[in-house]
């Protein structure tokens, strides 16, 4: 027997046939006869039969073969999928080339599993990844090459995803944070304001703009003093001028909308969303302009006052803070007073004596669960009594969970509901900075000496969070 494969043409249409034939003598003549048409097999199939009717031993698969290692491939399939899905090649560069692949590999490799980048040339070792993307090999220089000319493309990647996600009228929401840096030779890393509370390391400011969704569109990187409002004129610039938004609303956080801020964002024709601080509240309920009974039932009162003219006030109150802050209250009140009571009776006995001495005990009684300002104490030598300030904590308690909205924009834009949920849409880049800080994407602690590294670093966690945002 043998597998012979024969051709037939009809017409202008060829046919091609594979046939199992055997050849027999028959009144001494060679005959052939067709067994069986294997036409509709695979050729694999094919191949094995040959195979057999050779004589060959076949086994298993399995058999023949003893699989020493195999790379993980599934969480990089994944990556791989969402990235060519969103063209975050062609959003790099429109030219494939060698350091495009490298750049869209330690993307890929930071939402899979961050690491430094020695830790992902080891890590490109054990995943399908690296040779999926051909950048199996590479070295540390070579993604420090590649984190340069990610940077140097960084405003075009930017102006691309803006052209994506924002538009003329779109809110955009924009916010601040810092991560602690490790050593002392980058220009960047500076004493600040540590949110890491991370106190005396250096640190950098980084600002993130993202669309109402979420996504990230854009970051900034700053010295590690920098105050926070001082980052949004930049950003500002940013979005008329670069990402050519004739009318944006830009939410951002309390402490960014300064009176200069203001007036920037009046003469850019900007809208903003903001809120206001505590002593500005208060000052609010002072001048009884804050009228708590105005409240509906979704907890919201839209007022106006004198210091912010042409302005609109939203105030909010959320009952389940508000009851918490009250409860809260309530125990550090009841605590620091059993100190206090216990100093009271030490005096009482005679075993604590003179002013000095009395107040010496008092002031880290007052001091321990800080709600020193809501007691009025007297001290002598031979006495010492306190007492609750009730009518200021009264007025304190009467602002628990209440927070006030501040913008400029017309209610025929957005009305008192969206202005709320627009506000609370800046939890999108908080939740970013904790994916940033966290095991998602590891932005710190930062290492890179230049300060251009620690901006490609930066802005390449930034594209590693954009991957997940839209694998979530």
């Known amino acids: 027997m043998h597998v012979v494969t024969t051709r037939r043409r009809v017409g202008e249409r060829e046919y ?27 050729p694999e199939a094919i191949e094995a039969v040959r195979a057999a009717l050779r004589g060959d031993v076949l086994v298993p698969a399995e058999s023949a073969f003893a699989i020493e290692r195999s790379l993980p491939a599934g969480h990089a399939q994944a990556a791989l999928v969402m990235a060519r899905r969103l063209e975050l090649g062609r959003l790099l560069d429109r030219s494939a080339s060698r350091q495009r692949d490298l750049a869209l590999a330690m993307i890929c490799q930071r939402a899979i599993a961050p690491a430094s980048k020695l830790g992902t040339v080891r890590a490109f070792g054990r995943s399908t990844l690296a040779e999926e993307l051909g950048v199996a090999g590479v070295d540390e220089d070579d993604l420090y090459a590649a984190m340069d000319w990610l940077l140097e493309r960084q405003e075009r990647i930017e102006d691309r995803l803006a052209r994506r996600h924002l538009s003329d009228g779109e809110l955009v929401l924009y916010d601040v944070s810092s991560s602690y840096f490790e050593g002392r030779s980058c220009e960047l890393a500076k004493l600040g304001y540590s949110r890491d509370q991370k106190r005396g390391s250096l640190q950098i400011i980084y600002g993130l703009l993202c669309d109402k969704p979420g996504r990230p569109v854009a970051v900034e990187v700053f010295s590690g003093e920098r105050h926070d409002d001082k980052t949004l004129p930049s950003q500002i610039e940013k979005l008329k001028r670069r990402f050519g938004l004739s009318r944006i609303v830009v939410v951002s956080d309390r402490g960014m909308v300064t009176k200069a801020n203001i007036e920037l964002l009046q003469a850019a024709d900007v ?112 006495t010492f009594t306190y007492e609750r300030k009730s009518e200021q904590i009264n007025a304190e308690a009467a602002l628990d969970g209440i927070y006030v909205l501040r913008t400029n924009v017309g209610d025929g834009e957005l009305s008192t509901g969206e202005v709320v949920r627009s506000y609370k849409g800046l939890e999108q880049v908080e939740r970013a900075f904790r994916s940033f800080k966290g095991p998602d994407l590891e932005i710190r602690p930062i290492h890179h000496r230049l300060e251009n590294r620690v901006r490609a670093h930066v802005f390449l966690c930034m594209l590693a969070y954009y991957l997940t945002w839209h694998l979530r």
Request: hydrophobic share 35%; proline share 4%; glycine share 6%.
């Open 271 to 382: 809208g903003w969303i903001t809120a206001l601080k505590a002593p500005q509240i208060q000052k609010l309920a002072r001048q009884d302009e804050l009228q708590l009974s105005l409240f509906d039932q979704t907890n919201l009162a839209e007022i106006s006052a004198e210091d912010y003219p042409g302005e609109r006030l939203i105030v909010c109150r959320n009952p389940l803070i508000a009851a918490e802050r009250a409860r809260k209250r309530s125990e550090l009140l009841e605590a620091t007073e059993r100190g206090l009571a216990e100093i009271a009776q030490r005096v009482q006995r005679g075993t604590l004596t003179g002013a000095d001495q009395i107040g010496l005990a008092v002031g880290p009684a007052l001091k321990r669960y800080k709600v020193k300002k809501h007691f009025a104490v007297q001290i002598t030598d031979t």
């Open 16 to 42: 091609t046939s594979t046939l199992l034939r055997r050849s027999y003598r028959e009144d001494g003549k060679v005959k052939k006869e067709t067994l069986a048409n294997l036409s509709r097999l695979p």
